[in-house]
């Protein structure tokens, strides 16, 4: 081959850019305001719409029972899943991750999801019976007057969509899929990882009361231990939707049952 048709041949074509693969500690916990700060937007968007179709004579009761409508809180509910799918979309797109295979979207086998349910069933029991033993209720207080109002407002059905769907979605999304990923590679690892992230959650459950923040902490870790032992984020999505549907159905049995 001659020098000219050296010089003229094109160049090698550049490597392809590595992703940066996993958000570690700081960039995890920035993003992960920045997600929480898109659900509280999301959730707040339907208050303001619900407040400003009330109309004229708004004053802080006035507030109160439209933000705490079943309504309000159902739609509120839903609209915090797409803003926090979209925030962790834009932050696993710069990381140059896939969605689904960021926050462990993969379905897991029926034998890890019997053991699981299993081991969700026995720590809610414990906590039941933990209740009865104190003369506790086994439902929160917040439950119930949600569940009464959704009944007020012919919304039930909406309600059920919002606590078993639409919730489990947007919790597990954020907590056991975008920041335990983050933190459970970076310094933390996997076991401060599941406890910091159960933190969080309980932390956004501000309706509940010190026991209840107990339990949900315990779930949390729970479901924490799961997604490291089986890689999916799938499986406490669905027994996050079952503990709720669960609560639901005995809140509502209770509440027709004093």
């Given at each position: 081959m001659s020098t000219l048709e050296i010089d003229t041949l094109p160049p090698p074509p550049l490597p392809p850019k590595p992703a940066r693969g996993v958000w570690k500690f700081v960039g995890t916990s920035l993003w992960g305001l920045f997600i929480f700060a898109a659900m509280f937007f999301g959730q707040a968007t339907i208050v303001v719409y619900l407040l400003w179709q009330h109309g004229s004579g708004l004053d802080s009761a006035v507030i109160r029972a439209v933000a705490g409508s079943g309504t309000a809180i159902s739609l509120s509910i839903i609209m915090g899943l797409p803003a926090v799918a979209l925030a962790i979309w834009i932050a696993t797109r710069l990381a140059g991750a896939r969605f689904g295979d960021y926050l462990g979207l993969h379905w897991p086998t029926w034998r890890q999801f019997f053991?699981?349910?299993?081991?969700?069933?026995a720590l809610v029991g414990a906590w039941d019976l933990l209740a009865k033993a104190i003369g506790r209720e086994v439902t929160a207080?917040?439950?119930?007057?949600?569940?009464?109002s959704a009944q007020t407002d012919n919304v039930l059905w909406l309600l059920l969509i919002a606590f078993c769907v639409a919730a489990?979605?947007?919790e597990e999304f954020f907590a056991?899929?975008?920041?335990?990923?983050?933190w459970s590679e970076s310094f933390l690892r996997p076991f401060g990882a599941i406890v910091l992230s159960s933190l969080v959650w309980t932390a956004m459950?501000?309706?509940?009361?010190w026991f209840f923040f107990g339990e949900i902490m315990t779930i949390g870790l729970l479901f924490g231990y799961l997604r490291y032992l089986t890689g999916s984020t799938w499986l406490t999505i669905i027994l996050h939707g079952l503990?709720?549907?669960?609560?639901?159905?005995?809140?509502m049995w209770l509440a027709s049952h004093p």
């Amino acid at each position: 081959m001659s020098t000219l048709e050296i010089d003229t041949l094109p160049p090698p074509p550049l490597p392809p850019k590595p992703a940066r693969g996993v958000w570690k500690f700081v960039g995890t916990s920035l993003w992960g305001l920045f997600i929480f700060a898109a659900m509280f937007f999301g959730q707040a968007t339907i208050v303001v719409y619900l407040l400003w179709q009330h109309g004229s004579g708004l004053d802080s009761a006035v507030i109160r029972a439209v933000a705490g409508s079943g309504t309000a809180i159902s739609l509120s509910i839903i609209m915090g899943l797409p803003a926090v799918a979209l925030a962790i979309w834009i932050a696993t797109r710069l990381a140059g991750a896939r969605f689904g295979d960021y926050l462990g979207l993969h379905w897991p086998t029926w034998r890890q999801f019997f053991i699981g349910l299993a081991a969700l069933i026995a720590l809610v029991g414990a906590w039941d019976l933990l209740a009865k033993a104190i003369g506790r209720e086994v439902t929160a207080t917040f439950m119930v007057e949600v569940l009464k109002s959704a009944q007020t407002d012919n919304v039930l059905w909406l309600l059920l969509i919002a606590f078993c769907v639409a919730a489990p979605l947007t919790e597990e999304f954020f907590a056991r899929g975008f920041l335990y990923r983050g933190w459970s590679e970076s310094f933390l690892r996997p076991f401060g990882a599941i406890v910091l992230s159960s933190l969080v959650w309980t932390a956004m459950h501000l309706q509940y009361d010190w026991f209840f923040f107990g339990e949900i902490m315990t779930i949390g870790l729970l479901f924490g231990y799961l997604r490291y032992l089986t890689g999916s984020t799938w499986l406490t999505i669905i027994l996050h939707g079952l503990n709720n549907l669960a609560a639901t159905i005995q809140t509502m049995w209770l509440a027709s049952h004093p």
